[in-house]
């Protein structure tokens, strides 16, 4: 069974950082693409980030870009998001997925990230 | 960057009966692989999103074959052809053919 569970989420102050983690099991990590999407509460999906099986290939979101850094560890079969420069409109949760062929085959349950002061 | 506009945005259906999303991108989706990459998510209440169609007709693994998924170029659409309880949440369409993945804004999807 495929699972996705992230962490690092919590209450973080404008300008602060975070870093959140995926981790993966139930599949071969190293062989897919990886996503983080998130979601502000009430509102509709954003893509955040896209990191390649190699790392090869890494997009960003022009909201993110700059802040976020993605990366994998594929010997740990787990994702990160390293958050910087935090800003009110960052608060969400943020949610890992697995994707193949442009099309997101499992997510976690998301972990929540609010920036405020 | 592709704007993907759903409509209607809320859906009150009586169950039993069809339902209809529509989704159009700004643009068309056709990758240059020939490949086109729209998918229908479904979130219900309090859950993460799951995959129901990819590449605008497909299935995804477990999904009721109630549900269905047509169009091309930059007009899709979802389609329920009977709705049960569990269909109640809301659903996104989502293109992979270009960066920014973009999402449309959602159509809720309730009981009458």
């Known amino acids: 069974e495929v699972q996705l569970v992230e962490s690092g989420g919590g209450l973080v102050q404008p300008g602060g950082s975070l870093r959140l983690s995926c981790a993966a099991s139930?599949?071969?990590?190293?062989?897919?693409?990886m996503n983080w999407v998130r979601q502000a509460p009430g509102k509709g999906l954003e893509w955040v980030s896209y990191i390649s099986s190699s790392s090869s290939t890494i997009y960003y979101a022009d909201s993110v870009k700059g802040r976020f850094t993605i990366s994998r560890d594929n010997a740990k079969n787990s994702l990160y998001l390293q958050m910087n420069s935090l800003r009110a409109e960052d608060t969400a949760v943020y949610y890992c997925?697995?994707?193949?062929?442009?099309?997101?085959?499992?997510w976690g349950q998301g972990t929540l990230v609010t920036v405020s002061s | 960057d592709i704007v993907m506009t759903q409509t209607p945005l809320s859906s009150p259906v009586t169950l039993g009966q069809p339902a209809s999303i529509s989704c159009r991108s700004s643009?068309?989706?056709?990758?240059?692989?020939?490949?086109?990459?729209l998918s229908w998510l479904q979130q219900r209440p309090g859950q993460p999103p799951r995959l129901l169609i990819y590449?605008?007709?497909n299935r995804f693994s477990g999904v009721p074959d109630r549900f269905s998924g047509s169009g091309a170029g930059t007009d899709f659409t979802l389609k329920i052809s009977r709705v049960e309880a569990e269909d109640v949440g809301v659903y996104y369409c989502?293109?992979?053919?270009?960066?920014?993945?973009?999402f449309g804004q959602g159509t809720k999807v309730e009981i009458k």
């Open positions: 997925a697995r994707v193949r062929g442009g099309s997101y085959l499992d």
């Open positions: 139930g599949f071969t990590f190293s062989s897919y693409s």
């Open positions: 989502t293109q992979a053919t270009q960066f920014p993945w973009t």
């Open positions: 590449k605008i007709s």
């Open positions: 643009q068309s989706l056709v990758h240059s692989d020939g490949n086109t990459y």
